[in-house]
């Protein structure tokens, strides 16, 4: 799997200059191979069919995922990360589940996904922010784990932006982008840290290379 741009154009047109990397090995180049099977995402305006490729060098095959979404999961990254937002509020899974019409059983495995993860995943951002920050400022524990992670991740986020510029190659970098791009998706699958991304296309800084930047 590859986070790659929501624009599919652009895609297409990395895939053919070549410009998009293997994950599986140190020096493939991707070259556009089919497609994956189109899947209905809530929250977005129509069905999604990921682009797959093909390593020129090692011949395996990866799909595409835009950075709008998540592996393995129906719904656009940005309402899951609302929904992990307003709980980290203190607002409960079925208020979540109301307020964006999603069934309360969802919302709650959602939740219950990222609780058995969350100083991994933490400390995972917060090792961005420090390797790619220029300055980068460390939030306080606010004594809620969810909170605390969040905050990490919008540190690496300010970082990020902060070297970069907040347009990366995957558009703007907003704090669902960066836990998609960052986790190669991973963020609610099973399987962290999620040690594919610090292989592949951009063998430096993790979020530097999956974020394209
Ligand atoms: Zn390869």
């Given at each position: ?21 293997c ?38 095959t ?26 980290a509020h ?6 979540i589940?109301?307020?964006h ?9 959602w ?17 961005i ?10 939030p ?9 992670t ?12 902060g ?8 558009g ?9 791009a ?32």
């Amino acid at each position: 799997m590859v986070t790659v741009e929501r624009d599919p154009r652009h895609v297409e047109s990395r895939l053919l200059a070549g410009k998009i990397g293997c994950p599986s090995c140190p020096d493939g180049i991707l070259t556009g191979w089919g497609y994956a099977r189109r899947r209905a995402i809530i929250g977005a305006a129509a069905p999604i069919r990921p682009r797959r490729g093909r390593c020129r060098a090692c011949r395996a095959t990866h799909v595409l995922l835009p950075v709008t979404l998540l592996l393995r999961r129906a719904y656009l990254a940005d309402l899951i990360w609302q929904a992990l937002t307003a709980n980290a509020h203190g607002v409960g899974h079925r208020t979540i589940a109301d307020r964006h019409q999603v069934p309360a059983s969802t919302v709650r495995g959602w939740l219950r996904r990222i609780s058995c993860r969350l100083e991994p995943v933490r400390t995972w951002f917060l090792g961005i922010a420090v390797r790619v920050g220029v300055d980068p400022v460390i939030p306080k524990a606010t004594g809620s784990p969810l909170a605390d992670t969040l905050a990490a991740v919008a540190a690496a986020t300010a970082a990020t932006t902060g070297r970069f510029g907040s347009e990366g190659m995957l558009g703007p970098l907003t704090a669902a982008a960066m836990a998609t791009a960052s986790s190669a998706g991973r963020l609610l699958s099973p399987g962290w840290p999620p040690a594919s991304v610090a292989v592949g296309a951009t063998p430096v800084a993790p979020a530097a290379g999956a974020l394209g930047l």
